[in-house]
């Protein structure tokens, strides 16, 4: 009896030590993968127009987030710039394993709030329903079955660095026209789900403008975001194969 006790107690044990510990190393995917049933099995087939739910509610949303941004920050001070009309954000992807997809957003507002001594703090709140992969039916169908952005809480991402390292250098040391690299860290929130990021950042003075952009894209994944099953749903809708797990976005903004 006494051994047969011994033999549960280190079965146990080991089901407690092992189960966590293979849990814990489970590698992140590199693409999710659709049931092959879900795909048409016409190599001619074209998913068609897809119908987007309205957002406008989403959009109001967005607008009063950036309001609320503008107006916590004294324009008068001279040390906030405001992004301009120019610039980009872009992101790109993978489908079906190698086929890549390029995609911007097209609306987005940036804010740098800086000081004689370095950043402050750079904002950038970004409208995921101004999002453009050349493909109308394709954007709505990732804007309503993966991002679900026509709820309002879903429609806006928002990036915030709020630490950098300038190398020792002030911004009143930046000389005009003259590339800087910056070391940026801070959070991206997106799905309503925040995350760590960092980014090397090249910044660029002339008189009270500035250029700042990325100088690598920056590395997400979608399964940090808590996407849950909607990567699956699109590529169904989709016909997709697959869809990858790793997205580079790249930005560059001209802010004044």
């Not at 989403?58 to 009309?85: C, H, M, V, W």
């Not at 610039?87 to 394993?97: A, H, V």
């Not at 925040?194 to 910044?203: D, F, G, M, R, T």
């Amino acid at each position: 009896m006494k051994s047969s006790f011994l033999r549960t107690l280190a079965c146990s044990f080991f089901l407690i030590s092992v189960y966590p510990m293979a849990f814990a190393q489970t590698p992140t995917p590199e693409h999710f993968y659709n049931d092959p049933v879900n795909i048409n099995a016409d190599p001619s087939y074209v998913p068609g127009d897809y119908l987007m739910d309205d957002t406008n509610d989403a959009r109001t949303y967005y607008q009063i987030k950036k309001e609320d941004i503008t107006k916590s920050i004294d324009p008068l001070s001279g040390n906030a710039a405001f992004s301009l009309d120019l610039g980009e954000i872009s992101f790109k992807t993978i489908k079906n394993e190698s086929a890549e997809v390029l995609g911007y957003f097209r609306n987005y507002f940036g804010v740098v709030q800086h000081t004689e001594k370095g950043f402050g703090k750079i904002r950038l709140l970004i409208d995921i329903n101004s999002l453009d992969t050349a493909v109308p039916g394709r954007n709505n169908r990732i804007l309503k079955l993966f991002f679900q952005s026509m709820k309002p809480e879903l429609g806006t991402a928002e990036v915030v660095f709020d630490s950098f390292d300038g190398q020792g250098k002030s911004l009143a040391e930046f000389n005009d026209g003259q590339a800087h690299s910056l070391e940026a860290t801070g959070k991206v929130i997106l799905n309503g789900t925040s995350q760590k990021i960092s980014a090397i950042l090249n910044v660029t003075k002339n008189n009270d403008a500035w250029k700042i952009e990325t100088q690598e894209p920056i590395s997400l994944l979608i399964s940090d975001f808590n996407f849950g099953d909607r990567p699956y749903i699109l590529m169904k809708e989709c016909n997709h194969k697959a869809i990858g797990n790793h997205v580079t976005v790249k930005s560059t903004l001209y802010l004044k």
